[in-house]
């Protein structure tokens, strides 16, 4: 690990206690974990340094992306859709989202995030693909 990085474990529903320090922080997959997205935001946007960077990544589980990239939707009665809306419906019981992925780029732009890229990516769930790469990044995704 290069000298000038640091991995921090930290509760990141409670609100950031530091601010400018951050050149650059790194969020995957939080989605149905976070009580407050725009506050959550909020707090990374004051913790970099001014022109630092936020990493974001989740997973369009509304399919709103895929929608828009012409991806076929599953069936309502797909097993892996009903695993999916079975997840969904336990952190909404919960007082969590998952539907996010549509939301993000607006709430990053409330906290006065700018510059905002996304660059959506279909990675597939297992090894079924037959290319080398996809069939590697199955099996990571799979293994997360």
Request: hydrophobic share 40%; glycine share 8%.
């Amino acid at each position: 690990m290069p000298p000038n990085c640091d991995f921090i474990i930290d509760d990141y529903n409670l609100p950031f206690t530091e601010t400018n320090k951050y050149d650059l922080i790194h969020e995957r997959e939080l989605l149905g974990t976070i009580a407050d997205y725009p506050a959550f935001y909020q707090g990374i946007f004051d913790a970099l340094v001014p022109g630092g960077w936020l990493d974001c990544q989740t997973v369009d589980v509304s399919g709103y992306y895929s929608q828009k990239l012409g991806d076929a939707i599953l069936p309502s009665d797909h097993i892996a859709q009903a695993s999916l809306e079975f997840a969904v419906k336990a952190g909404e019981s919960a007082g969590m989202e998952f539907r996010i992925a549509d939301k993000i780029e607006g709430w990053l732009k409330d906290a006065g995030f700018v510059n905002i890229s996304i660059d959506l990516r279909r990675v597939p769930l297992g090894t079924w693909p037959r290319d080398k790469r996809q069939k590697e990044l199955g099996a990571w995704n799979v293994s997360l």
